[in-house]
């Protein structure tokens, strides 16, 4: 069974330039969503994607987009790059949107890093 | 909107001592309870969850116990392990309200031989 994983796992920006973080979920899993980890803080929750559409959207910009494809991989797209994007981005699979353990299954994160 | 709040780190233990971990939560609706691990250099991992009030969730070594009188869930562990050294986080997922997790702030973990 393969886990959820992501690329690049480092990339540094400049500030104003775009970046495409990228998701393979776990086998089997139809639900991906995206967090946003800063330095020495939790996890804050971006979006969700559920049968290629967004389905749940946390307290961030329009700038911060995404995309699910067919085979359930996922895309985070951030325009406009800013100083406080620097940060973990997380990446988290699970069977289905609703209901179940509810557990998350995540990836080990794309660190991006804007100057 | 659903919070959850936890003691704030670090914590330095040295090996076999007692682990309390304190977490309270904030939620609309009757969330799941959990609590995600981080090592050094790695994503997040679950460690256990609760999913109603009076639930105990346990694994390797650890145990919380989703308090509904007191939206607690704190974690803990009679002994340490240097292996143990992570960072800990408490979350709630409220599946009436939306599809997202809430996660606490993290609490450092530092266990010493």
């Known amino acids: 069974e393969t886990g959820v994983t992501q690329s690049p796992t480092h990339l540094i920006k400049t500030r104003g330039q775009q970046v495409t973080l990228r998701c393979s979920s776990q086998?089997?899993?139809?639900?991906v969503s995206w967090y946003q980890q800063a330095l020495g803080q939790g996890p804050q929750f971006i979006f969700q994607?559920?049968?290629?559409?967004?389905?749940g959207r946390g307290n961030f910009p329009p700038r911060f987009s995404g995309l699910q494809f067919p085979n359930y991989s996922s895309e985070l797209n951030v325009n406009a790059l800013e100083l406080d994007d620097s940060a973990l981005y997380l990446c988290?699979?699970?069977?289905?949107?609703?209901?179940?353990?509810?557990?998350?299954?995540f990836g080990e994160g794309s660190r991006l890093t804007v100057l | 909107g659903d919070s959850v709040t936890q003691m704030e780190g670090p914590v330095t233990l040295s090996e076999e001592a007692c682990l309390t971990i304190?977490?309270?939560?904030?939620?609309?609706?009757?969330?799941?309870l959990f609590w995600y691990v981080q090592y050094p250099g790695e994503g997040l991992q679950l460690l256990l969850k609760a999913t109603k009030a009076d639930d105990k969730g346990s694994n390797k070594g650890f145990e919380a116990t989703y308090r509904k009188e007191t939206t607690s869930f704190h974690l803990e562990k009679g002994s340490v392990q240097v292996s143990d050294s992570a960072v800990y986080f408490c979350a709630l997922s409220d599946q009436d309200y939306g599809q997202n997790f809430v996660f606490g702030p993290g609490t450092r973990l530092s266990v010493l031989p």
């Open positions: 304190n977490c309270t939560y904030t939620a609309t609706g009757y969330p799941s």
């Open positions: 988290a699979s699970r069977p289905s949107p609703t209901g179940g353990t509810g557990e998350l299954f």
């Open positions: 086998s089997g899993h139809n639900t």
């Open positions: 994607y559920y049968r290629e559409e967004e389905n």
